[in-house]
């Protein structure tokens, strides 16, 4: 059984930071690509950054790029997400999720979710 279970949120003042992190267990981890989504009440999840199975390639969506790093542990089958100089906007639940090979933007193309993890920026 595929397990993706994410750590790390909580509460943070604006300009802070936070590492999420997410465990995978039940998966060949080094075949699937990662990604990190997030939904903030009352709005569509959208994406925040992906990571090809490598950790060769990333991606990032505008509104987090120079303040967001994502990376992996493939021996430890874990994905991560450092976000620095948090922002009130940045507040939403987190989720990793996984797709086999190629990475994504598109939440709908990933095989596997997490449960989520809340962050929230106060200003």
């Known amino acids: 059984q595929v397990q993706l279970v994410e750590s790390g949120g909580g509460l943070v003042q604006a300009g802070g930071s936070l590492r999420l992190s997410c465990a995978a267990s039940?998966?060949?981890?080094?075949?699937?690509?990662m990604g990190w989504f997030r939904q903030a009440p009352g709005k569509e999840r959208e994406f925040v950054a992906a990571?090809?199975?490598?950790?060769?390639?990333?991606y990032y969506t505008d509104f987090v790029k120079g303040r967001v790093t994502i990376s992996r542990d493939n021996a430890k089958m874990e994905v991560y997400l450092q976000m620095n100089d948090l922002k009130p906007e940045d507040t939403a639940v987190y989720y990793c999720?996984?797709?086999?090979?190629?990475?994504?933007?598109?939440?709908?193309?990933?095989?596997?979710w997490g449960q989520g993890t809340q962050v929230a920026v106060s200003s």
């Open positions: 999720a996984a797709k086999a090979f190629r990475t994504s933007r598109r939440g709908d193309e990933y095989n596997y």
């Open positions: 039940g998966l060949t981890f080094s075949t699937y690509a």
């Open positions: 990571i090809s199975w490598n950790g060769a390639t990333t």
